[in-house]
């Protein structure tokens, strides 16, 4: 993708996964660790500190999220080549009208 804040749709995909992995990965470690400790509120924040990381990492579209081995040829929409006719036509009746 050649635009900022584009990611492919494999991506998108490895960003689901990875947030899936990594969102359970921290819940069982801050579970762990509040209950070793006995202590909730370590739990918790260690489960708030651990998503941060997850959102720093998943979130922005870095490069690792956009290496699709193929590019994508879309077929061009026929609503678009029907709204391009009916304007080119509604510019011809607008000169038409003006040059009367």
């Known amino acids: 993708m050649d635009q900022f ?5 494999e991506g998108q ?4 996964d990875l947030m899936n992995y990594s969102l359970l990965a921290s819940t069982l470690l ?3 660790i509040g ?3 006995h202590d909730v509120w370590l739990a918790v924040y260690v489960f708030l500190a651990l998503s941060a990381l997850c959102l720093a990492a998943i979130v922005p579209p870095w490069p690792y999220l956009n290496q699709a081995k193929e590019t994508y040829t ?3 929409s026929r609503y678009q080549a029907a709204l391009k ?4 036509q509604l510019d011809g009746e607008e000169t038409g009208k003006a040059a009367k």
Not at 13 to 16: H, K, P
Not at 85 to 88: E, F, I, R, S, V
């Open 13 to 16: 995909e490895r960003a689901l």
């Open 30 to 32: 801050s579970f762990f």
């Open 5 to 9: 804040g584009c990611i492919d749709y």
């Open 85 to 88: 006719n009916l304007q080119a």
């Open 74 to 76: 879309w077929i061009p």
């Open 35 to 37: 209950f070793i400790r």
